[in-house]
């Protein structure tokens, strides 16, 4: 079995930039994709970024521009790098890697925009 942990989020400010790392226990193989989703207070969960096996990145309208997804498989990692973060970017941010027969989650970690 496979273990996702998050790490980075945070609080920071309108403008202000986060980077969200997502680290597996060990490798993956023959994923379908990879990615992050996140779900805001009174908003239902929503696809932020994925990396499908054989596709290409794709993100959110509404982060366009400003999140770059990324990944190192030498550390069984994926990254969501956050720019010119804005006050609808507030939500707790799952990682998430979809295998053949399995699907697994990060446990979640809360990026909070404040002044």
């Known amino acids: 079995q496979v273990q996702l942990v998050e790490s980075g989020g945070g609080l920071v400010q309108p403008g202000g930039s986060l980077r969200l790392s997502c680290a597996a226990s060990?490798?993956?193989?023959?994923?379908?994709?990879m990615g992050w989703y996140r779900q805001g207070p009174g908003k239902e969960r929503e696809l932020v970024a994925t990396?499908?096996?054989?596709?290409?990145?794709k993100y959110a309208d509404s982060v366009k521009g400003r999140f770059t997804i990324s990944r190192d498989n030498a550390k069984n990692t994926v990254y969501l790098q956050m720019n010119s973060l804005k006050p609808e970017d507030t939500a707790v941010y799952y990682c998430?890697?979809?295998?053949?027969?399995?699907?697994?989650w990060g446990q979640g970690t809360q990026i909070t925009l404040s002044s």
């Open positions: 990396i499908p096996s054989g596709g290409t990145t």
């Open positions: 998430y890697v979809f295998l053949r027969f399995n699907n697994y």
């Open positions: 060990a490798t993956i193989f023959s994923i379908n994709a």
